[in-house]
C-alpha cells in the first residue's frame, strides 16, 4: 500500500548544509539515543525506485528543530544537523544515522509523537510524510498520525541491533508510481 501522506510541517529546514552522507550525528557525538533507520523507496508493484531524492529533517532528542523559528525552549545540540539529502541506490536503499527525536508540545494540549520528516520525489511524484517510531505512548494521541486511514504504515518497524549497538528500524516508503 502507499505510504500515506503527511503535512510538510513548519519546520523545514532553512539555510541549513544537509547532511549527505546519512550521518546526522557528527560521528556520533550527538546527544541522545543513536539509531538508524534503513529502508527501500519502493512503487505500488513492490519494485524499487533507483535515485528516488530523500530530504529528510527531524527535532533532536530534546524535540527541537534546528531552525530560527522553533518557539521550543529545549537546548539545541551542536553535534546534531537534523537535516539530510540523499539519494536511494539502485535496490531503492536509504540509510541514516541518526538520534531517536524528543517529543515536543504543539499547544497547550498537545503533545507531538517522536517523528522524521520524509520529502521523497520520485521519477514521477513526490511525497511528503513522516516515520513515527514503534512502541510510542504519543503515538495513540497525536492528532497527525492518526489522522490516516491505516497509521501502521507510518510506524517503522525494529530490527536487530547492529555491532554497534544501535537500534535499527526499517522504514519502507511506496509511492504510487514511482
Known amino acids: 500500500m502507499r505510504t500515506p501522506h503527511q503535512i510538510l510541517g513548519p519546520f523545514f529546514p532553512l539555510g541549513s548544509i544537509p547532511v549527505t552522507q546519512g550521518d546526522l550525528t557528527e560521528r556520533g557525538h550527538a546527544e541522545g539515543e543513536i539509531i538508524e533507520v534503513t529502508g527501500r523507496v519502493l512503487n505500488d508493484k513492490g519494485e524499487p525506485i533507483p535515485a528516488a531524492r530523500l530530504t529528510i529533517w527531524q527535532a533532536n532528542s530534546f524535540g527541537r528543530y534546528v531552525h530560527p523559528n522553533d518557539p521550543n525552549p529545549a537546548p539545541l545540540d551542536p553535534n546534531f544537523r537534523g ?5 536511494s541506490g539502485y535496490d531503492g536503499g536509504y540509510w541514516i544515522k541518526t538520534v531517536k ?4 508540545p504543539v499547544g497547550p494540549d498537545w503533545m507531538r509523537a517522536p517523528h522524521i520528516h520524509f520529502e521523497v520525489s520520485g521519477q514521477f511524484e513526490r511525497l511528503i510524510t513522516q516515520m513515527y517510531f514503534p512502541g510510542e505512548p504519543l503515538n495513540a494521541s497525536d492528532r497527525l498520525l492518526m489522522s490516516v486511514a491505516n497509521p501502521d504504515l507510518l510506524i517503522a518497524k525494529p530490527l536487530p ?6 537500534g535499527v528500524l526499517q522504514f519502507d516508503i511506496v509511492l504510487a508510481r514511482g
Open 161 to 166: 541491533l547492529t555491532q554497534d549497538r544501535f
Open 83 to 87: 537535516f539530510a539529502i540523499l539519494q
Open 101 to 104: 527525536p524528543g517529543p515536543y
